[in-house]
């Protein structure tokens, strides 16, 4: 059976008359009678009595009424949930990406899509390098912030950030090594984005190591094949009236 079948059945019972029934559902009355017995045939039951022009439900006829009506209201129901998700966007997106990025790259972007998302939750999951391409391939991720290039041709990938870097490395805590160097205990190699505000504040000092700034890349990446929710869509909006004026799409 399908929910057309159960509309024209409803229509029947509401209006007592396979005729009117068919005006109202646009069909040939020998049409609607069809439907009627193919869900007859399918429940195993006569779902209407028949007395000349006039009809009337059987017991199985009422008890399906019943059943119909919670159907139909279940599919309104759900048309409406998805159409309210259009309107006011609900649910939850994954990010997959190192500590230090969501901290120092794009705590601007996390604060402005939930302004305008804020029924949205954002979940962050901590992950390196090819882990955080791994986290978005196998669908754990809705999307990954990871430094470029990405191989992976099944990616969609959108340059988000650029910085100075003195070193291409991840560590488990770049907290840790701006306060191993604040207590003088050496010299930390991280991205210039990372330590901006203890170099105003004196705490740390910058040393360029060649006469050509070493840059790092940030991407944004995730699947090219998977349906876009208008969250995601949102996310992604948001991520780019945010970047710098380098950003730009680049096809993984």
């Known amino acids: 059976m399908d929910f057309d079948q159960l509309h024209t059945f409803l229509e029947i019972v509401r209006l007592k008359s396979f005729s009117k029934a068919a005006q109202t559902c646009f069909r040939t009355q020998p049409a609607i009678s069809a439907q009627v ?3 007859e045939q399918e429940l195993r039951a006569e779902l209407f009595e028949r007395f000349g022009s006039r009809i009337s439900l059987t017991t199985a006829g009422k008890i399906f009424a019943e059943y119909a009506e919670q159907l139909l209201e279940l599919r309104r129901r759900a048309q409406d949930a998805i ?3 259009e309107r006011d966007p609900r649910g939850e997106l994954v990010i997959a990406a190192n ?3 969501c901290i120092y790259v794009l705590p601007e972007v996390f604060s402005q899509f939930r302004q305008r998302f804020p029924a949205v939750q954002l979940q962050v999951v901590r992950s390196y390098g090819a882990h955080v391409v791994e986290a978005v391939m ?11 290039p990405v191989q992976e041709k099944r990616l969609q990938v959108v340059g988000v950030h650029r910085d100075e870097i003195r070193i291409s490395m991840e560590l488990d805590s770049t907290e ?4 191993f160097a604040i207590a003088g205990l050496g010299v930390a190699f991280v991205a210039a984005s990372n330590c901006r505000e203890e170099i105003a504040a004196g705490k740390l000092r910058s040393l360029p190591l060649a006469p050509e700034p070493m840059t790092r890349r940030l991407g944004l990446i995730y699947r090219k094949d998977k349906a876009l929710s208008k969250a995601a869509l949102g996310f992604i909006q948001v991520v780019l009236d945010n970047v710098n004026s380098e950003s730009q799409l680049v096809v993984g």
């Open 83 to 85: 159409a309210e998700l």
């Open 99 to 101: 500590e230090a990025t």
């Open 37 to 39: 017995r193919q869900l």
């Open 176 to 179: 840790m090594m701006k306060r």
């Open 138 to 148: 196998e669908n754990a991720a809705d999307f990954g912030l990871t430094q470029l």
